[in-house]
């Protein structure tokens, strides 16, 4: 019995069951991991974005706005200046017309300064920034009109009180806290005197009053401290020189007279030594001044060494 042999391709067979395995399905699956790697990575910057917009409040620059600044006018001669806003200001600046600017950091939520008014027409310019960078400026004008302006200026433990008025200055009185005042006549338009400050903080009250009977005051605060010490003595062809101040000694002075040559010696404490070399054939006359950190001077000390 004849049988029909069967001769059919065995690779024809399994032609649509092909195993998997080969290089083409590695290369579908490592793209499908960076997919996905890529997605986790855009879902972690906006989840740390969400994060951190929440810790602030969910507020933006824009959210918070700008700073208030107020101006408030106290009396004739004074403005209290007021800053306020939701978040912390960083800085304030403000100055009158072209002067140095004051800088004030770390404002806070709210600030609040009492200013002088200087006399004429002047005009005070503010800015506050906060920390988001948002800023606020105001500029406004302001007219003062004094019969009689009082400047008080403080050098080191010397106070000086200028006087300027419109009409003639018959008098002005100044007083420290309590005490009695010190009436001085002045008949002019214009009057200058220094007055040197007691020790230890002060308030210092000045009143001046003009022709028609028109009277302006004006206090400040000042802190006297003690003038430094200076003694000097013929030491080894040298003059010895010591300075004492109870705060404590910025530097002195030398000054020799022939020539007017400075010689400036900085301090570091309460005293100091030093000495200063003579030179041949010359008389060495010398002048020493000591200043101590709050810039108060002591008397002016002339020596002179005979020259041989």
């Known amino acids: 019995m004849n049988q029909i042999l069967s001769t059919e391709n065995v690779n024809n067979k399994y032609k649509g069951s092909k195993k998997s395995g080969g290089p083409k399905d590695i290369k579908s699956v490592t793209k499908f991991f960076a997919s ?29 706005g700008e700073p208030t600044i107020e101006l408030e ?14 978040e912390d200001v960083d800085s304030l600046v403000y100055a009158w017309n072209e002067e140095d600017p004051t800088t004030v950091r770390s404002v806070g939520k709210f600030y ?22 948002n800023e606020k400026e105001m500029e406004r004008t302001f ?20 006087l300027e008025g419109k009409e003639e200055i018959t008098k002005f009185t100044y007083a420290w806290d ?3 005042p010190k009436k001085v006549d002045v008949n002019n338009t214009e009057y200058s005197m220094e007055i040197e400050a007691p020790l230890g903080r002060h308030t210092l009250k000045v009143t001046a009053t003009n022709i028609n009977d028109e009277v302006e005051e004006k206090t400040q605060e000042v802190v006297g401290t ?9 030491g080894d062809n040298a003059y010895a020189i010591s300075a004492h101040d109870e705060i404590g000694l910025d530097r002195i002075e030398i000054t020799t007279l022939k020539d007017g040559k400075v010689t400036k010696i900085q301090a570091d404490g309460q005293d100091l030594d030093y000495n200063f070399p003579l030179k041949l054939s010359d008389d060495n006359l010398i002048e020493i001044v000591a200043y101590n950190e709050n810039g108060v001077k002591s008397k002016k000390l002339r020596a002179k060494w005979p020259k041989k």
Request: hydrophobic share 35%.
């Open 36 to 64: 996905g790697l890529l997605i986790f990575g855009v879902f972690l910057i906006i989840n740390s974005s969400y994060a951190m917009l929440k810790k602030d409040g969910g507020k933006t620059p824009k959210d918070v």
């Open 73 to 86: 006018e106290k009396g004739e001669d004074k403005i209290l200046l007021k800053v306020m806003h939701e």
């Open 143 to 162: 007219e003062l009109s004094l019969s009689t302006n009082i400047d008080i200026s403080i050098s080191g433990n010397s106070i000086k009180i200028n």
């Open 226 to 234: 003690k003038q430094p010490t200076v003694t000097v003595k013929k």
């Open 112 to 133: 609040q300064k009492e200013l002088d008014i200087p006399n004429g027409v002047n005009t005070l310019n503010v800015k506050a920034t906060d920390i988001y960078g």
């Open 178 to 180: 309590e005490e009695e």
